[in-house]
């Protein structure tokens, strides 16, 4: 069986005797050998390029490759970032945090009230709540809305 432009062709079995002779050997090609050698090249070439790709998709993209720090950035983390974080970065967040709140207490409510209901995550996560829990957020955010019109 030989491929003729996509299509198997089934040529007939030659005994020994019916061989072709050298001298058919050096008859032209028949005319669709070239297509079949296109054929062949364009596979090669798709194998080739599909081989390219994977390897290129195999690449860890640049956001999730481990980080090198220079010398200077290493003895920052190290040294006086920690210092930094004590004395007063976290200090300032603290006290950001129970001043917010101390004006949520102020209105019976707590920390995670203050989440914009119509965010679908946060939508989504009350919707997970139990019943109960639910409804006492709910009841919280009445009863600061009534107070801060009664407000004067």
């Not at 040294?79 to 006290?95: A, D, I, L, M």
């Not at 209901?117 to 919707?127: F, L, N, Q, Y």
């Amino acid at each position: 069986r030989q491929r003729a432009r996509g299509r198997l062709v089934a040529l007939p079995r030659l005994r020994c005797a019916e061989r072709p002779s050298a001298a058919a050997a050096s008859l032209p090609p028949p005319p669709f050998a070239a297509a079949d050698a296109m054929g062949s090249f364009y596979r090669a070439l798709s194998k080739q390029l599909i081989k390219g790709y994977v390897q290129q998709r195999a690449v860890v993209p640049w956001y999730q490759q481990e980080q090198q720090l220079s010398l200077v950035e290493q003895w920052w983390k190290d040294t006086c970032y920690p210092v930094w974080f004590k004395y007063v970065k976290g200090p300032y967040e603290r006290y950001q945090y129970e001043h917010a709140v101390a004006e949520l207490r102020g209105y019976g409510l707590m920390f995670d009230d203050q989440h914009n209901d119509k965010d679908p995550i946060v939508e989504r996560a009350i919707e997970l709540l139990p019943h109960d829990l639910a409804v006492g957020r709910h009841r919280r955010l009445m009863r600061a809305f009534e107070m801060n019109t009664k407000k004067t």
